[in-house]
């Protein structure tokens, strides 16, 4: 069990370490008894990516943009995103994110444990 703030978490850098302005906090994982999922929140600066390269693997993703604007890339197609859109992308399907705004991008994503690299 867990009831906490997201305020009281040390976020980490993700992605390519040395030039990655990404930063990730996860909120719920098997650590506090969520087995089959975790939930990360990310947070994009302006210009951001979420990955270099956008990329595909086997698990899903869902997604909820919590603040800023942005677009994702699912599958050949970019689909522009602000606070309040939401997202599924399916395995196996080619993503990335992008922060387009000039504030923070930020956005809860769930994915199984697998998928929390």
Not at 36 to 54: A, I, K, Q, T, W
Request: glycine fraction near 10%; aromatic fraction near 8%; proline fraction near 5%.
């Amino acid at each position: 069990m867990i009831v906490s703030n997201v305020k009281n978490l040390e976020g980490k850098k993700y992605g390519d370490l040395e030039t990655s302005k990404v930063l990730k906090k996860v909120l719920i994982s098997p650590e506090q008894g969520w087995k089959d999922h975790v939930m990360r929140l990310f947070e994009l600066s302006p210009g951001d990516n979420s990955c270099s390269l956008r990329h595909n693997h086997e698990w899903p993703h869902i997604v909820y943009i919590v603040g800023g604007t942005g677009s994702i890339h699912l599958d050949g197609t970019d689909h522009q995103v602000e606070a309040g859109s939401f997202a599924y992308i399916p395995g196996e399907k080619i993503h990335q994110f992008t922060n387009k705004g000039e504030d923070l991008f930020s956005f809860i994503c769930i994915v199984p444990p697998e998928g929390d690299i």
